[in-house]
Nanobody, 115 residues
Framework: QVQLVESGGGLVQPGGSLRLSCTASQNIFGTMGWYRQVPEKERELVAGITRGYRTNYADSVKGRFTISRDNAKDTVYLQMNSLKPEDTAVYYC???????????WGKGTLVTVSS
């Protein structure tokens, strides 16, 4: 069982920045990523990164969010810039122990973008 611990959420004004972090309890060899969810909507992929640092992003965050990863620390980061009110959501960390393996989830961290 992989434990994922997220941090970095909070309240920020529109146009501001936040950095989310997620550390795994053991070595992760698969993809790590961030999803987000708002009430009454499905959880959606925000960004993902492979162990080889290949990334993918949702169209809605391209150019504003940057995902990165420290394999030595089994930690994934999400730098969020130019935040908009529609970015408000609970952000969940996700990781696969090995490529194509079962996915594990963090408990989520709330990001609120509001003036």
């Amino acid at each position: 069982q992989v434990q994922l611990v997220e941090s970095g959420g909070g309240l920020v004004q529109p146009g501001g920045s936040l950095r989310l972090s997620c550390t795994a309890s053991q070595n992760i060899f698969g993809t790590m990523g961030w999803y987000r969810q708002v009430p009454e909507k499905e959880r959606e992929l925000v960004a993902g990164i492979t162990r080889g640092y290949r990334t993918n992003y949702a169209d809605s965050v391209k150019g504003r969010f940057t995902i990165s990863r420290d394999n030595a620390k089994d930690t994934v980061y999400l730098q969020m810039n130019s935040l908009k009110p529609e970015d408000t959501a609970v952000y969940y960390c996700n990781a696969a122990l090995y490529p194509g393996d079962i996915n594990f989830w963090g408990k989520g961290t709330l990001v609120t973008v509001s003036s």
